[in-house]
């Protein structure tokens, strides 16, 4: 009786080592440009346009946008931005091809996970119920033993007799007590072989199963890599002033917690910050470590304050 061995495969995700968080530009202050005093006064925000596909309420921006007001304005121990119907800088949430990239990406991404789960509930099944098999297994093997022994002690001394032709009373009496013994053995054998029989078919079944759906997930994993593993460059925000005409546009997302840190960097921007050299700063230019979760400024975005509050 046997049954396959599971092979345990490896989930590899290929994950890109950050995002940008912003396109520098002219549009962004370099780090030569002179900042003007002007925390005197807070710059004001309004809501621009939000597309409908974010599912991003007014208020919830306006919750997001009041954290972020807070991190910066409690640095700076005054208010730097503020809400008004009729802000100066005009903020946009644009769902992009870039959006439906990241949607998508994320989608195939939970249905592997998913998928990872459902596979890892089928393994411990499959693990429980092959050490139920081994026990019935273990009990059939050392039961058939101990009948093949009594079998064998039989036919040696059925087969000295018969070559001598003589029987005393103590052989027949042993002869007759084997037999016995080996008839119950025998019951007790029969079902269980039948037992432990269906068992190896319900194991073999079992593990038939859980291959396939190792090479179902595999399949979805290999669409996954071949769809989104290559380098795939975009910007997710803009901070634009022309003309006198200012705005912070949103252009992708993967949640609420990373648009909260889009904007505290683009309202960064807005504030007249430079980009800083701490990856884990909120004006780095990638998304790398910063814990989007807990908004935290560094040291390095505290002196862009500290340059642009500069007396």
């Known amino acids: 009786m046997k049954y396959n061995l599971v092979i345990i495969f490896c989930f590899a995700f290929f994950f890109l080592d950050g995002i940008r968080l912003s396109v520098s530009g002219e549009n962004h202050p370099s780090k030569n440009e002179t900042i003007t005093n002007s925390c005197s006064e807070p710059i004001t ?24 007001s807070k991190l910066w304005s409690d640095a700076a ?34 249905r592997i996970n998913e998928m990872r789960k459902k596979y890892v509930a089928m393994r411990m099944s499959y693990q429980q119920e092959s050490r139920k098999f081994q026990m019935k297994l273990t009990n059939y093997n050392n039961l058939f033993s101990e009948y093949a022994q009594k079998v064998n002690l039989y036919n040696t001394l059925l087969s000295r007799m018969t070559s001598t032709g003589v029987i005393s009373r103590n052989e027949d009496e042993q002869l007759k ?36 759906y190792a090479d179902e997930i595999n399949e979805v994993i ?14 997710q925000a803009i901070y634009i002033n022309v003309a006198d005409q200012k705005k912070i546009n949103i ?15 683009e309202v960064g921007h807005a504030l007249g910050f430079s980009h800083v050299d701490n990856p884990a700063a909120i004006m780095h230019e990638r998304m790398q470590l910063q814990n989007d979760e807990s908004l935290k400024l560094t040291d390095d975005d505290i002196r862009e304050i500290q340059t642009r509050c500069q007396s």
Not at 50 to 64: Q, W
Not at 222 to 235: E, I, M, V
């Open 177 to 212: 007590e084997l037999k016995k013994e080996m008839e119950f053995l025998e019951r007790k054998l029969d079902p269980l072989e039948v037992e432990v029989n269906t068992e190896d078919e319900k194991m073999t079944q079992i593990s038939e199963e859980l291959n396939a």
């Open 45 to 68: 925000w309004r809501i621009g346009r939000i597309d409908s596909r974010f599912s991003v309420s007014e208020e919830t921006l306006k919750r997001i946008m009041k954290d972020v």
């Open 222 to 235: 290999y669409q996954y890599k071949n769809q989104f593993s290559l380098w795939k460059t975009f910007h």
């Open 77 to 110: 121990g005054t208010e730097l931005i503020a809400y008004s119907d009729s802000g100066e800088v005009a903020l946009n949430l644009i769902y992009s091809d870039n959006q439906q990239y990241t949607e998508d990406e994320q989608q195939m991404s939970d």
């Open 251 to 265: 252009y992708q997302f993967d949640n609420l917690n990373k648009l909260g840190l889009v904007l505290a960097h």
